[in-house]
T-cell receptor, first 111, second 114 residues
Framework: QKEVEQNSGPLSVPEGAIASLNCTYS??????FFWYRQYSGKSPELIMS????GDKEDGRFTAQLNKASQYVSLLIRDSQPSDSATYLC???????????FGQGTTLQVKP | ETGVTQTPRHLVMGMTNKKSLKCEQH?????MYWYKQSAKKPLELMFV???????ENNSVPSRFSPECPNSSHLFLHLHTLQPEDSALYLC?????????????FGAGSRLTVL
């Protein structure tokens, strides 16, 4: 089992719809969870972090964490074409700063 | 300059060449990282430095040699690379090397090995 798993997509949604991106992880002791966004040809940038079970909202973005199911998701409401990018889920493993990234899900928002 | 700066942005080298990638961070962070990003594969951590000391070497071939002279600068020395080493090499920094810290990435160095 991969340490961090994501569906590579592409996930295609119409403009204005809700995009739902999912991630599962294998390390049960993980405490921090991150979503990075990477536009084509650019470097990853952090958009959300979540540490506790439940939901965390930031503008149009909501991160959801379920530690019992080892599942973290990212919801993007009112999706815009500018949201088209690859979304990377990342989970720390161990104490050395070893951030394990998933393969990333490519999101396409069609006007 | 601000953030994390990487040079060169693009590099083409032959398998017998020796070159270096440079990374500089202006954020006052204490940890720096090299990641490799290949097409269709997850980001792979190569090296972690904390206060100029290497704390992680992720089974990287010896043809990649990191150097961290101070907490603001990180190099990746390259020699006798293989075509499969062609990838985007990303430098990142964080406040400390604790896994809970947010990474700030540089723009990357796109390497092509002929």
């Amino acid at each position: 089992q991969k340490e961090v798993e994501q569906n590579s997509g592409p996930l295609s949604v119409p403009e204005g719809a809700i995009a739902s991106l999912n991630c599962t992880y294998s390390d049960r002791v993980s405490q921090s969870f991150f979503w990075y966004r990477q536009y084509s040809g650019k470097s990853p940038e952090l958009i959300m972090s979540i540490y506790s079970n439940g939901d965390k909202e930031d503008g149009r973005f909501t991160a959801q964490l379920n530690k019992a199911s080892q599942y973290v998701s990212l919801l993007i409401r009112d999706s815009q074409p500018s949201d088209s990018a690859t979304y990377l889920c990342a989970v720390p493993s161990g104490n050395t700063g070893k951030l394990i990234f998933g393969q990333g899900t490519t999101l396409q928002v069609k006007p | 300059e601000t953030g994390v700066t990487q040079t060169p942005r693009h590099l083409v080298m032959g398998m017998t060449n020796k070159k270096s990638l440079k990374c500089e961070q202006h954020l006052g962070h204490n940890a720096m990282y090299w990641y490799k990003q290949s097409a269709k594969k997850p980001l792979e951590l190569m090296f972690v430095y904390s206060l100029e000391e290497r704390v992680e070497n992720n089974s990287v071939p010896s043809r990649f040699s990191p150097e961290c002279p101070n907490s603001s600068h990180l190099f990746l020395h390259l020699h006798t690379l293989q075509p499969e080493d062609s990838a985007l090499y990303l430098c990142a920094s964080s406040l400390s090397h604790s896994g809970a810290n947010v990474l700030t990435f540089g723009a990357g160095s796109r390497l092509t090995v002929l």
